[in-house]
């Protein structure tokens, strides 16, 4: 037997952000194995305060670590990312930005804009100061990468606890 459900404009809406939170959790679980998400292996979130992988499109290499390590909820982190060429030439120049995302909340890293600066010292390493997470839980770190005329994503979900 169907039944059918007529929902009202309100309870749409409430559906449809149900749906849409659904599709975001889900896109944080797929990940390349080093923790770099679009590559459709799937995976688990990561723990570690350090990793490396691909950018999405492939375009960069990355490989990054957290100071302190391992993150402590609550307190603030800095990120090192080194970041390579395809062929692995280290990059420099780029406009590096990080964020950090809870996908089951869908929120970020509440009244903070974290700032990503070069290292002059190691060509392809950029800092990024003032990174946060206000609760315990999955996390995603996204950073935007472009350089040479050329923009790429990664992303990492691993949990802060």
Known sequence: MTRSVRLSPPALLRVGALATAALVALSACESDGHGMTGHGTGGE????????????????QLSWTTTPSPIVVGD?????????????????????????????????ME???????????????????GMRFQMPGQWELRWTVEAGGESDTAALAFSAD
């Open 76 to 108: 603030l982190f800095t990120v090192d990312t080194t970041l390579r060429d395809a062929k692995g030439a280290a990059v420099t120049g780029a406009k590096v930005s990080l964020d950090a995302y809870m996908p089951a909340h869908m929120h970020g």
């Open 111 to 129: 009244g903070l804009k974290p700032e990503t600066e070069a290292v002059a010292a190691t060509p392809g390493l950029y800092r990024t100061k």
């Open 45 to 60: 979130a990561q723990p570690k305060t350090e990793s490396s992988g691909k950018s999405k499109a492939g375009r960069f």
